[in-house]
């Protein structure tokens, strides 16, 4: 190859190499620019989702206040639905209790078993009380309201014996004798009968009714043998021969 020739070969490749290199250039920056926007895609993506798990963070944050708020409130309305029954069944005990002060109610008095009204039998019992305690006044006004007010009663023949003692005890012998004979009369097989006719005797006893006493007293040995009352009274008949 001539000298000439030569040259020209090398003029033509120093201009070949540079455009090749300025080729490779270019496709490397525009690779770099793509990565560049994958990288700054991928860092908003990334921030994106960053943000959307805070957000997410914060409903379920909020979510479990409310949750708690919710379970607070649903515990405190079960407290106040308890209290609530609890009171409804006091209340329901109460009533049953007053309404039982109002109901009749079975009772035992000197043997005899009836049903008494809860005012008969508390006036009853307060006047019996007050013959206990000495107040003979104040419990023969309180038997004969007692005899007034129920004139039916179950507890009638006791209240009638009690009546007699507080009149005998105020010397009124003659109202004592009135009402235990008409205890005897209504029930004669009163568990006090025995005592009710030994009563009348001694109220004729001190009416100076020597001959009525006689007679009660042997009506009694006869009608109630086998009783205190009897013994008693053949006692005194003895002594009244």
């Known amino acids: 190859m001539s000298c000439r020739a030569l040259a020209v070969a090398g003029l033509c490749a120093a201009f070949v190499h540079p455009a090749h290199a300025f080729l ?12 560049r926007q994958r990288f700054d ?21 909020t979510m479990r206040r409310e949750m708690a708020q919710l379970t607070g409130a649903k515990e405190q309305l079960e407290r106040e639905v308890a209290e609530l029954q609890r009171r409804q069944k006091d209340l329901a005990a109460g009533m049953d209790d007053r309404l039982r002060k109002f109901e009749p109610a079975q009772v035992q008095v000197d043997g005899l078993e009836f049903v008494a009204d809860p005012a008969e039998k508390r006036d ?13 006044a104040e419990a023969r006004k309180e038997f004969a309201n007692f005899v007034n007010t129920y004139p039916n009663s179950g507890y009638m023949p006791s209240a009638r014996f009690w009546l007699g003692n507080t009149q005998y005890a105020g010397r009124d ?5 009135a009402n235990f004979r008409s205890m005897l009369k209504a029930a004669p097989q009163h568990a006090r009968a025995a005592d009710a006719s030994l009563s009348i005797a001694n109220c004729q006893l001190e009416l100076k009714d020597t001959k009525g006493a006689v007679k009660t007293l042997q009506d009694l040995v ?14 005194r008949l003895q002594r009244l021969k």
């Open 124 to 136: 009853y019992e307060a006047a019996l009380e007050k013959f206990r305690a000495g107040d003979f």
């Open 41 to 61: 895609s991928s860092a908003g993506e990334a921030a994106q989702m960053r943000r959307s798990m805070l957000d997410l963070q914060a409903q379920i944050e």
């Open 222 to 235: 006869k009608a109630y043998p086998g009783t205190e009352a009897a013994t008693t009274a053949k006692d």
């Open 173 to 177: 012998y003659k109202e004592a004798i």
């Open 24 to 35: 490779e250039d270019a496709e490397a920056r525009r690779a770099i620019l793509e990565l």
